[in-house]
């Protein structure tokens, strides 16, 4: 169905296992790989970069994989229009 599409809530990892990369890199290859048709939004959950005993480092790999993935993995489709706004901490 074309009006279908996924918003990730985030905690795509323990942050207690240590932030890695690998866990960052599995949740895209997942999002991108096995449901490559499916528009995907991702929002960070506390223990993809909070609660990381490197807040800095977990949330430079977040920005590295997920930052814009909407823009790069919807498949060039302007059904939905891109987040225009900004993060309020």
Same mark, same amino acid.
């Given at each position: 169905?074309?009006?279908?599409?996924?918003?990730?809530?985030?905690?795509?990892?323990?942050?207690? !296992?240590? $932030?890695?990369?690998?866990?960052?890199?599995?949740?895209?290859?997942?999002?991108?790989?096995?449901?490559?048709?499916?528009? $995907?939004?991702?929002?960070?959950?506390?223990?993809?970069?909070?609660? $990381?005993?490197?807040?800095?480092?977990?949330?430079?790999?977040?920005?590295?994989?997920?930052?814009?993935?909407?823009?790069?993995?919807?498949?060039?489709?302007?059904?939905?229009?891109?987040? !225009?706004?900004?993060?309020?901490?």
């Amino acid at each position: 169905d074309e009006d279908l599409f996924l918003i990730h809530v985030g905690d795509a990892m323990n942050a207690k !296992q240590g $932030c890695n990369e690998k866990d960052f890199i599995f949740t895209r290859d997942l999002l991108t790989s096995e449901l490559p048709h499916l528009p $995907c939004f991702i929002i960070p959950g506390d223990n993809d970069w909070n609660d $990381c005993p490197n807040r800095n480092a977990a949330w430079k790999l977040w920005e590295k994989h997920f930052l814009g993935f909407e823009e790069k993995h919807w498949n060039g489709t302007d059904r939905f229009a891109p987040f !225009q706004g900004s993060v309020v901490q």
